[in-house]
């Protein structure tokens, strides 16, 4: 639309306000379309339907920006305040407002000195949350069963890997492919290493590796990304990382449990050398020998220096053979104990059957005689012999007269049988 244009418009009829929106709307996409815009990030605000609302600006403008939820989600870089950035998108306008304003489908840091920037702040945000932190890591396994690798299936990583494992130790390798370089490598990465710790128990590897060759920074930043970082530190496998050259350090090294300067000397750590292990057991071995053979060797001197110390063994061994012979001698004696003590048992059999008899007789006269005792010097014989026994009422035996009172009356026992009688005392004249 030119300005004779507008003029001839304007002489004809007026725009509605939607008209000439529409017209600014047109023009200007169609004059621009898609644009890279570098300035730095301001009034970053992210609405509750997801999408972004910032500003782009420098020493003397500023451009508003929107970034759409989806796309938001794919962006390499979290959007953040005062972060210098290069934006690419479509330009258009906001006719509501009548502003203009820049739809954003790309983003990246503008220049290494500002991803370096955000990267530290990563570093020490994920830092502070213990990721990285020395008593988290494990030691690697010795020998490992079989060895997962995270990488790209084409290229000189892997390639490095296989040819040094199996020129060290033969095992396993477990290759789960991923992109190493672009929008979806970081996901890809991560898909890897928590695929691998899902595995059941006798399909997992015991170490893992993650690779990939040199790169720019900005090739690299896929194993800056924290969704990675968390995802290594969080493995239960252990895990080398080995990204880039030896100078290369990424936050992914920070979190794995050991960091390789290059993917040869990852699979160097992974597992040792055969040759060096086997030289190892038989040098182990020959020294165990020696030392088996040299103990036997001081055992024979001791043995013999002992030999000439002790008398003759021979001479020891005929006298343990005749005290031998002489106890065999007193062996055969026992037979004749034997029966001696059974003819001795018998005759005490004899004894003690007859015994209780003869003891049941004399028993017998004892008694008799004792019975005869005792019916001699009962006091009923005396009786009968004229004497009596006199009591008191409370029947004790009175044996003076002069303790009995006139009146008293008195018990008294003949032979015959019992009297009770008065005491009758007369006085005799004086």
Known sequence: ??????????????????????????????????????????????????????????????????????TLAKLHIKPEEGLEVICTGKITTYPA?????????QMELAGQGALLKMLEERRKKLAAEGLFDAARKRRLPFLPQRIGVVTSPTGAVIRDILHRIADRFP???????????GEQAAQQIVTAIEGFNRLEESLRPDVLIVARGGGSLE????????????????SSIPLISSVGHETDTTLIDHAADV???????????????????????????????????????????????????????????ALKIQA?????????????????????????????????????????????????????????????RGFAIVRD????????????QDGQGLDISFAAGKRIAVVVRKEHPT
């Open 1 to 70: 639309m030119n300005e004779s244009t507008v003029q001839r418009d304007l002489q004809q009829e007026a725009y509605t306000v939607s008209e000439l929106a529409g017209a600014l709307k047109r023009t200007l996409e169609g004059a621009y379309g898609r644009v890279r815009v570098r300035g730095e990030l301001s009034r970053v605000s992210i609405a509750a339907s997801g999408h972004m609302y910032s500003s782009l600006k420098d020493a003397g403008s500023v451009l508003d920006a929107v970034c759409w939820r989806a």
């Open 97 to 105: 407002r009548s502003n203009y304003q820049l739809i954003i489908d």
């Open 171 to 181: 095992r396993p390798v477990m290759l789960w492919p991923v992109m190493v370089q």
């Open 219 to 234: 090739d690299l930043m896929p194993f800056n990304e924290e969704v990675v970082v968390r995802a290594a530190a969080a």
């Open 259 to 317: 960091r390789a300067p290059t993917p040869t000397a990852a699979a160097e750590m992974a597992v040792p050398v055969r040759a060096d292990l086997i030289y190892t057991v038989q040098t182990q071995d020959k020294r165990m020998h020696s030392a088996v053979m040299r103990s036997l060797s001081e055992l024979r001197q001791c043995l013999r220096v002992d030999g000439r110390v002790l008398d003759d063994p021979m001479r020891f061994l």
């Open 324 to 384: 031998l012979d002489h106890l065999a001698t007193r062996l055969k004696r026992p037979d004749q104990m034997l029966q001696q003590a059974q003819e001795r048992l018998s005759r005490w059999v004899e004894m003690l059957q007859a015994q209780p008899e003869k003891i049941l007789q004399q028993k017998h006269q004892l008694l008799q005689h004792s019975t005869q005792l005792l019916q001699a010097f009962s006091f009923e014989k005396t009786l009968q």
């Open 393 to 404: 009422a409370q029947g004790h035996v009175i044996n003076d007269p002069d303790t009995v």
